[in-house]
């Protein structure tokens, strides 16, 4: 059966680096995000993507944030300069319908 | 807005025994989707089963029933004859009607499941 998939699954970086969290989809998927959960805390949305651009982000998703699906199979969350409250896991997720919310493994960030 | 509540941080429930989670949602659409994930200590996020707003049975998926009651809106997971691996956070979402817009989940706090041998 087909998974949703991520790279890396874990990301040390430095405050002020820029990082690029990647994501493959299933090939079927039409309508791509990304969520985020901070330690201990629930799960946030932050953006979601469909037919090549951002159909709805959240407060959390400002400019330091952006999202791309380059070569039509990668999609991937780009943080320009990495904060210390950036750290968390991010989950990308992918789905066909409305019943679809199929997630990555996730990708665990660190920024020290 | 739509909102989601887990008022169970945490839950012990004896191996083989049947265990309800709690969640009730708030919104005033009329056409929503329920869902259920199960993250395991390694940080996953496991999809359970969905439920339809319209849908006028409660879905099952092997060991997990989603007791959906909407006029209270709630709609509890039902893990029946739990087992050591269901052991982990369980997070009840909502995601609003579908359209091309966003389809983005909510999601509740949590609810921590041990299951004791």
């Known amino acids: 059966e087909p998974e949703v998939t991520q790279t890396p699954s874990h990301q040390v970086t430095q405050m002020g680096q820029e990082v690029i969290l990647r994501c493959v989809p299933i090939?079927?998927?039409?309508?791509f995000y990304w969520y985020r959960q901070i330690l201990g805390q629930k799960v946030e949305f932050l953006v979601s993507f469909y037919n090549n651009e951002i159909s709805e982000k959240s407060e959390i998703f400002d400019d330091q944030f952006s999202v791309e699906r380059p070569d039509g199979s990668n999609f991937t969350l780009k943080i320009r300069s990495t904060k210390l409250e950036d750290s968390a896991m991010y989950f990308c997720a992918g789905g066909v319908l409305a019943v679809d919310g199929y997630f990555g493994p996730g990708t665990r960030l660190t920024v020290t | 807005a739509q909102k989601i509540t887990q008022t169970q941080p945490g839950m012990f429930v004896q191996e083989k025994e049947a265990v309800t989670l709690d969640c009730t949602y708030d919104t005033s659409d009329q056409s929503y989707g329920l869902f259920w994930y199960k993250q395991p200590s390694s940080g996953e996020m496991i999809f359970l089963i969905y439920?339809?707003?319209?849908?006028?049975q409660n879905a099952t998926e092997g060991r997990y029933s989603l007791n959906f009651q909407k006029a209270r809106k709630s709609a509890n997971l039902v893990i029946s004859a739990s087992q050591l691996g269901d052991s982990a956070m369980y997070f009840c979402?909502?995601?609003?009607?579908?359209?091309?817009?966003?389809?983005?989940?909510?999601f509740g706090g949590g609810t921590r499941l041990m299951v004791k041998p």
């Open positions: 979402a909502m995601r609003p009607p579908y359209n091309n817009a966003g389809n983005m989940l909510t």
């Open positions: 439920q339809g707003s319209y849908d006028e």
């Open positions: 090939s079927n998927h039409l309508y």
